[in-house]
């Protein structure tokens, strides 16, 4: 089954403590993203990747890191999360340079940052 | 400032009746409109978009309109079944470079559809 997953679904921790959240596809789909959903504010961009070691900055990217050495893998980082970063994160894959009809989503990590 | 606008956080529908999400936008450089639908505990799932060079797209019991002009967009589901309730997001993106890594997002309307 084609499937983007990520892990933890939910996780609470506290200010500093670094955290990844791991995300990855089935699809070998050469784009990956991360996005974040804020009430009123709708799906914003943090990080996306074209390809293996290709990453750039979304819209939100301050206080994250990506990584994609890995086609099927792209973990979100928080170095030293902080309450502002309390939010539903989802991970997104497309073929290609993203096609935008096509994009799968996985399921969200909803993190608490206290 | 949010370029994408869903003005409505919810909406409320008797079912079989038609459920009309709309949507509005600022920058005139969007070309092209997608819907996306999101159950809880689950990921958006692409629903159905529009190019500019179109003013209606018809997918099923789904109809985007989209009104260049006045930089609105609708959504229309006719009839409303009690399994489309979910929150559905507008999303643009600019020029012919369709490419997700550009997209902006509305922030999302919750559509209830009461038996």
């Known amino acids: 089954e084609a499937q983007v997953t990520q892990n933890p679904r939910y996780l609470i921790t506290v200010t500093g403590k670094k955290l990844t959240v791991t995300c990855s596809q089935n699809m070998n789909h050469e784009y990956m993203s991360w996005y974040r959903q804020d009430p009123g504010l709708g799906l914003r961009q943090i990080y996306y990747?074209?390809?293996?070691?290709?990453?750039d900055k979304g819209d939100v990217p301050e206080g994250y890191k990506v990584s994609r050495k890995e086609k099927r893998n792209f973990p979100l980082i928080l170095e030293s999360p902080s309450p502002n970063q309390t939010s539903l994160y989802f991970c997104?894959?497309?073929?290609?340079?993203?096609?935008?009809?096509?994009?799968?989503f996985g399921p969200g990590t909803r993190l608490t940052v206290l | 400032d949010q370029q994408v606008k869903q003005n409505s956080p919810s909406l409320s529908v008797q079912e079989g009746r038609i459920s009309i999400l709309n949507c509005d936008y600022t920058n005139s450089m969007f070309d092209y409109f997608l819907w996306y639908k999101k159950y809880p505990a689950e990921g958006p799932t692409f629903l159905i978009s529009i190019s500019s060079i179109k003013d209606k797209n018809e997918d099923g019991r789904f109809t985007v309109f989209l009104n260049k002009s006045a930089k609105h967009l609708s959504l229309h589901i006719v009839p409303s079944q009690p399994g489309d309730s979910a929150v559905y997001f507008c999303a643009a993106l600019p020029g012919l470079l369709l490419s997700a890594r550009q997209l902006t997002f509305g922030s999302g309307t919750q559509l209830t559809v009461l038996p």
């Open positions: 997104a894959s497309s073929r290609g340079s993203g096609a935008p009809n096509e994009q799968f």
């Open positions: 990747s074209m390809n293996v070691e290709v990453t």
